[in-house]
Structure formats: C-alpha cells, structure tokens
C-alpha cells in the first residue's frame, strides 16, 4: 500500500469517523504513548495540515449562515477545495515526515472525502479516486482507525463541547447518517486497512483497543521488514 511501504520509511496512521467520534482525543492519547515508546510522531489534520492547507480549511468550514443561504458550497467545489488542501499537506508536510522514518497521525484524510463527498454527496467514489491519488501521489494510510458511534451521539458529544459549530455541523442527521454507513461500507471492503472501534466506550477503553491494534501492527511490520531484508543479505553473501 503506498508510496510508504519501503522499510526504511514512516508510517501513517489516519484517524477517522463522523463528527465528535473521538478521534482528535485518541489521537492526542496515541502520539503521547508512541513518543514515550521512543517513536518520532508528527501529529496533522485535515482538512489543513499546513499554512495554506488551513486557510482553505476555513473556507470550507465556514459556518456563517448567511453564506450558506447566498451561496451554497457545491458538492464538487467542496471536493475539488479539499483535494487541494491535501495535495498541499501531502507534499509539504506527509511526504518529507514518511521519508523521515516518522509515524504520522493525520486526523481526517482519503477516507473521509470517500465518506462525506462520495457516500454523503453523492459524487462518484470512482472519480473521487482517481483525483485523490492525483491530489496525494499516491500516498494511503498504512492504517485507518474507525471511530464508529451513532451519529446522535457523536453531534449530541461536540454540542457538549467548547468547540464552535461547523458548516458541518449544520448538515441534516440524514447526511451524517449516510456518511456513517459510508464509512462502514469502506470498512467492509478494505477490512486491512480500515480497523472499526466501538466509539462508544469510555476513553481508556478505546484507547487500549487502539493500543492494541498499532502495537500489532508495528510488530507485524519489524517481522516483515526482517523478512525482506533477507534476500539482499543473501546476495552479499554469494558474491
Ligand atoms: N469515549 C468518549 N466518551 C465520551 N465523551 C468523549 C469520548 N471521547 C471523546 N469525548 C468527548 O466528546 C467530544 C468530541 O470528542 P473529539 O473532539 O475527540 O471528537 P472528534 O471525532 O475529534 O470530533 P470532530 O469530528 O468534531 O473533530 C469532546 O468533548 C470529548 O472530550
Ligand atoms: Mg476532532
């Protein structure tokens, strides 16, 4: 999967899930336990990640209701503004971290314009694809974390928090409905990929479940990466 495969390189971890899933929370628990395990963790989010990814991040979550009364955003607007964030994010700030060796944890990244613009919007998730991997250069999460909640409870968390309300937050149940069954449905077909947490537990249970699954899948990636080391090894040797 991705340009972030080799061995030598990074890891990205992508948060994902509908609105006030806990996501930004397990993230913020994760980067604390991977850096005490002496991991370099470069912590972004989408849409934004960068100076200029962020200022299009206002764009598109700007909440005044008179703007969206005079003038809608359209659905491919909205698409075509995120794509931009990210290939920004991915270039600048993704890409040099992966080289790096870093373990990256994006909150919000390719699945959530799967989810929200293709599930949600109804655009082609086909085309939505294809200019992703245009947006990214093909860079994928090596993990997704799927915070799954029922939407009522996600929106009925955030409106508890300090957070402001987003344009987002202003979209039907109907809407959030749809993009939690997209997610789920993404799950089911990228089931190596995307791991499904029951977001409605207490925190210190979600988070020893995440621990659980990046502590596997950080051990099953050191017995791959000795297993590929192998053949050059052998090589050395013939010669
Ligand atoms: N497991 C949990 N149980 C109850 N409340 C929680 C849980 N996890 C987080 N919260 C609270 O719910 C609110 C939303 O959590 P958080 O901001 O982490 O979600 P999010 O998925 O990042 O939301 P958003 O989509 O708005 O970015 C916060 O006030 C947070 O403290
Ligand atoms: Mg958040």
Request: net charge positive.
């Amino acid at each position: 999967m991705g340009v972030n495969r080799g061995w030598r390189r990074g890891i990205l971890i992508t948060f994902e899930g509908v609105e006030g899933s806990g996501k930004t929370t397990q993230l913020t628990r994760l980067a604390k336990r991977l850096r005490e395990d002496g991991h370099r963790v470069v912590e972004t989010r989408e849409p934004g990640g960068t100076a200029r990814a962020e200022r299009i991040r206002d764009i598109l979550l700007d909440a005044k209701a008179e703007n969206a009364r005079t003038e809608p955003m359209a659905p491919a607007s909205e698409a075509l503004l995120i794509l931009a964030g990210r290939s920004q994010h991915v270039t600048q700030r993704i890409q040099p971290a992966l080289r790096d060796g870093a373990v990256v944890l994006c909150d919000r990244f390719s699945d959530s314009t799967f989810a929200y613009q293709g599930y949600g919007r109804g655009l082609s998730i086909t085309l939505l694809r294809r200019l992703n991997r245009f947006a990214t250069h093909r860079v994928t999460p090596d993990l997704t974390l799927l915070f799954d909640l029922p939407v009522s409870l996600g929106l009925a968390r955030r409106r508890r928090s300090e957070r402001k309300q987003n344009r987002l937050d202003h979209e039907t149940q109907r809407f959030h409905e749809k993009v939690r069954q997209g997610f789920l449905k993404l799950a089911a077909r990228h089931s190596q990929q995307i791991k499904v947490i029951n977001a409605r537990a207490d925190p210190e249970t979600i988070a020893a479940e995440v621990d659980a699954i990046v502590r596997h899948f950080l051990a099953k990636r050191r017995k791959s990466k000795v297993t590929r080391r192998r053949p050059t090894i052998q090589k050395a040797h013939r010669r």
